[in-house]
């Protein structure tokens, strides 16, 4: 299976930022064309007060600061440059991960999404949105943001496409502050499966599409997992992505660009859970020959390689 879609993660919170301008940002997009990539997907058009595009209400609202370019204005024009679509990633207050309460998340991202689609949902490779709140498991709230969310974006664009990408509870999924690479408590793939069942039953009507993040689970459960979260996806009637991780998580420091072998073991599960299309997060820090990380040039060679095998 190959990747044909990667997040833009420009607010870069917990990963370096790379301080690119137009000139670097169009030299990546046509890096990512050249690997076949025919969507992007803005992770979050902002993060607490940080943004990638001129807020209005954001910045009367929480004070966020005026970006010194408009990312979203530049990524639509280099994805109808380029032949991509694009994927709007909503707002994260950061008030959830400080309190657990998601309310907030569907208020404020009422006026983001209606000034959103007025800046730019006339805009051709403007394709579909995507709910930057993330959850593992059955959590407070989840259902209810996520089918708000979903439906604000679908009924303001025509139906224009939803989606999402949770994490798996697995053995990796420990807090990228700490020190460690492994916990105890994991969920297993019966508690999966019943607790993503509830909460899909809940939102499938809002969502077109869930993309699970493949790096919390070790390499030999990938296909058990995988394979549940096809089944689930089937049964509600959601495509079904994978997001393939090109970072790599059993590193002490956090986070630098995968060993292209784990890459090739992750793409090769979906492909075998028959997945509709991958993405990954993320081109442009770990796999763009541009990348401030070497191992992503190297990493970038390795994978045109290993596309050439499969087109």
Known sequence: MLITGTFIDEISHDIPHQNWGPAEWEKDFQHMKAAGIDTVIVIRCGYRRFLTYPSQYLMDKFGCYNPPIDLIDLYLHLAEKYGMNLYFGLYD????????????????????????????????????????????????????AFSSLGNMCKEISQQLPVFISPWIDGKKSVMASTSALSKADAISVKEHEQEWNEIFDGIHQSIDAVAFQDGHVDYYELDQFLAVNKLLADKYKLQCWTNTESFDRDMPIKFLPIKFEKLKLKLEAAKRAGYDKAITFEFSHFMSPQSAYIQAHHLYNRYLEYRQTQV
């Open 93 to 144: 207050s950061g008030i959830y991960w400080d309190t657990g309460n998601m309310q907030i998340e569907i208020d404020v991202n009422k006026f983001v999404i209606e000034e959103v689609w007025k800046l730019y949902g006339h805009r051709k490779a403007f394709k579909g949105w995507y709910v930057s709140t993330e959850i593992s498991r059955k959590t407070k709230g989840a259902i209810e």
